[in-house]
């Protein structure tokens, strides 16, 4: 298993030094929120300093994990996407141990419909982005794919006030900003409406009329606000398609940070 040792070695000496594996503690462990699996999350244990050991792994589908921790003692158990950090105790005298470290935090569910005629979406991806700029990376804390019936559950999420984003395909993408979340309180079902995409083909030239092949572009609304959508280059003619785009050019949803350009 991975290991980590910290040395200092001055400019010109040399340093000799063993590591010893022996007292290595292997942890089984299954990662959940309100006895439900937390499946695809990156977890790494940290020590009561805040220093992180060597070791990391993936939750599988059904939330299991396994880290080995350099001995026992305190440690925390980071979760990199929900940015949580939850206590993990290794006894004295033990060279594995199974557990189960449980997110305490809020669920929130709900359908997605085609606006059109109500029907489910299968297969939307729903995911579920902090709203404030301190907590804004765009990493999303929460990811729930939609079932047969259209239905999501986005899992693990602390207090606090998130944008929940919707993509499916040949439909627009829509954000709907400012969703609440309180630990322990019940949360209302949200419903959330996809309009049709409508796309469209732009070809960027420079000044002398040369096609643009490789840039990096974006589109925002008139109004200054994001436009919520997809970009890619097609060819070599500087030909721009833009797909996922709302009638109303705003896709469904404004970003609430007008200011950010």
């Known amino acids: 298993p991975p290991f980590e040792e910290r040395v200092s070695v001055g400019s010109g000496q040399t340093a000799s030094f063993d590591i010893e594996l022996s007292g290595l503690v292997l942890v089984r462990g299954r990662l959940t929120s309100g006895?439900?699996?937390?499946?695809g999350y990156r977890v790494y244990p940290e020590s009561a300093y805040g220093d992180w050991t060597a070791d990391r792994d993936f939750t599988k589908a059904g939330g299991q994990f396994e880290l080995y921790m350099p001995g026992p003692g305190d440690y925390r158990l980071f979760v990199q996407a929900l940015?949580?950090?939850l206590p993990l105790t290794v006894p004295d005298g033990v060279d594995s141990l199974d557990c189960v470290v449980d997110v305490p935090a809020a669920i929130?569910?709900?359908?997605?419909?085609?606006?059109?005629?109500?029907?489910?979406?299968?297969g939307a991806e729903?995911?579920?982005?902090?709203?404030?700029?301190?907590?804004?990376?765009?990493?999303?804390?929460?990811?729930?794919?939609?079932?047969?019936?259209?239905r999501?559950?986005?899992?693990?999420?602390?207090a606090g006030e998130y944008d929940l984003w919707v993509r499916a395909d040949a439909h627009a993408i829509l954000c709907?900003?400012?969703v609440r979340v309180e630990e322990g309180a019940p949360q209302e079902e949200i419903q959330l409406l996809l309009a049709p995409e409508i796309k469209r083909s732009v070809r960027l030239v420079a000044r002398d009329g040369e096609p643009?092949?490789?840039?990096?572009?974006?589109?925002?609304?008139?109004?200054?606000?994001w436009l919520i959508g997809r970009a890619s280059f097609k060819g070599s003619e500087g030909t721009l398609e833009l797909e996922g785009l709302g009638r109303d050019g705003l896709a469904g949803g404004e970003r609430p940070d007008r200011d950010r350009r």
């Not at 929130?108 to 299968?122: A, E, F, M, N, W």
């Not at 490789?214 to 606000?225: K, L």
Request: glycine share 16%; charged share 30%; net charge positive.
């Open 35 to 39: 006895g439900e699996p937390l499946g």
């Open 212 to 225: 643009l092949r490789i840039v990096w572009a974006y589109v925002e609304a008139s109004r200054g606000t």
């Open 176 to 178: 709907k900003p400012g």
């Open 108 to 122: 929130v569910s709900g359908l997605v419909l085609d606006s059109r005629d109500q029907s489910p979406l299968t």
């Open 152 to 158: 999501f559950k986005l899992r693990g999420l602390s």
């Open 83 to 85: 940015d949580v950090r």
């Open 126 to 150: 729903v995911m579920a982005v902090p709203s404030s700029r301190e907590g804004r990376d765009g990493t999303a804390r929460s990811k729930s794919g939609t079932d047969g019936d259209g």
